[in-house]
C-alpha cells in the first residue's frame, strides 16, 4: 500500500545550523509530493510540494527534491531559525485519484538561540 | 477572506456519548477532507466529499462514524458510542479541486473521551 516514512525526532539544532529530516514513501504509480508544517498553537500548513520526479519545492528557504530513484522527499533548509520550530510532516497524494493525503508521523524540529 | 473553521474547538465527552464535529470549508471550495491526529502521530484520512459526487468513506475506522455534507457547504462528521480510542484531534481541509491543489487546513478539534 501506500505509507511514508519520516525520520524520527525531535530534532534539536541550534540556530543558523543546516537542516535536514528524511522524507521516504511507497506508491503505486506517480504521486504527488508534500512538507506540511504545524507551528505551536497554528493549523496545519503547506509548505511546498512537488508533482513529479525531479521537481524541486521551495519555500521560505526550504527546498526539498522528488527523487523517484530512491523514493524520497528530503527537507532541507541551509541555516535554521528559531521561529523554524514546529511540526513537519511528510505527505503523498496519488495521482489521479482524489487527492486525499497520506501522511508520515512528524518530525518535531526545536532550534535554539 | 476567512478560512477553514471547525467547531467546537475542544469537546470532552464521556465513553458511550455520542458527538458531532462541524467543518465550514472556504467558500467554492468543492473538496472537503476529514482527518484525525491522534497523540504522536501522523494525520490519518477519514473521508473525502467532492461536489455532489459520492464520498470516498474508505478510511472510517468503524460504523460508528459517519460524515454529511450537502453540496459545497459545511460538513458534519459524527461519532457513534464514543470510545476512549476515539480521543483525538479531527482536522477538516478543503480545496479548490482535486487532485494536486493545496488544501487548507482547520484549526482542529480536540476530542478528550473519558
Known amino acids: 500500500g501506500n505509507s511514508v516514512t519520516q525520520m524520527e525526532g525531535p530534532v534539536t539544532l541550534s540556530e543558523e545550523a543546516f537542516l535536514t529530516i528524511n522524507c521516504t514513501y511507497t506508491?503505486?504509480?506517480?504521486?504527488?509530493l508534500f512538507w506540511y508544517v504545524q507551528y505551536p498553537g497554528e493549523g496545519l500548513q503547506l509548505l511546498l510540494k512537488?508533482?513529479?520526479?525531479?521537481d524541486k519545492g521551495s519555500n521560505k528557504g526550504f527546498e526539498a527534491t522528488y527523487r523517484k530513484e530512491t523514493t524520497s522527499f528530503h527537507l532541507e533548509k541551509g541555516s535554521v531559525q528559531v521561529s523554524d520550530s514546529a511540526v513537519y510532516f511528510c505527505?503523498?497524494?496519488?495521482?489521479?485519484?482524489?487527492?486525499?493525503?497520506?501522511f508520515g508521523q512528524g518530525t518535531t524540529l526545536q532550534v535554539k538561540p | 477572506g476567512a478560512g477553514v473553521s471547525q467547531s467546537p474547538s475542544n469537546k470532552v465527552t464521556e465513553k458511550g456519548k455520542d458527538v458531532e464535529l462541524r467543518c465550514d470549508p472556504i467558500?467554492?471550495?468543492?473538496?472537503l477532507y476529514w482527518y484525525r491526529q491522534r497523540l504522536g502521530q501522523g494525520l490519518e484520512f477519514l473521508i473525502y466529499?467532492?461536489?455532489?459526487?459520492?464520498?470516498?468513506k474508505s478510511g472510517l475506522p468503524s460504523d460508528r462514524f459517519s460524515a454529511e455534507r450537502t453540496g459545497e457547504s459545511v460538513s458534519t462528521l459524527t461519532i457513534q458510542r464514543t470510545q476512549q480510542e476515539d480521543s483525538a484531534v479531527y482536522l477538516c481541509?478543503?480545496?479548490?479541486?482535486?487532485?494536486?491543489?493545496?488544501?487548507?487546513f482547520g484549526p482542529g478539534t480536540r476530542l478528550t473521551v473519558t
Open positions: 467558500s467554492g471550495h468543492t473538496a
Open positions: 512537488a508533482t513529479k520526479a525531479d
Open positions: 466529499f467532492q461536489g455532489n459526487s459520492a464520498p470516498d
Open positions: 506508491a503505486t504509480g506517480y504521486p504527488s
Open positions: 505527505a503523498l497524494s496519488r495521482a489521479g485519484h482524489t487527492g486525499k493525503l497520506i
Open positions: 481541509a478543503s480545496s479548490p479541486t482535486t487532485p494536486d491543489y493545496e488544501q487548507y
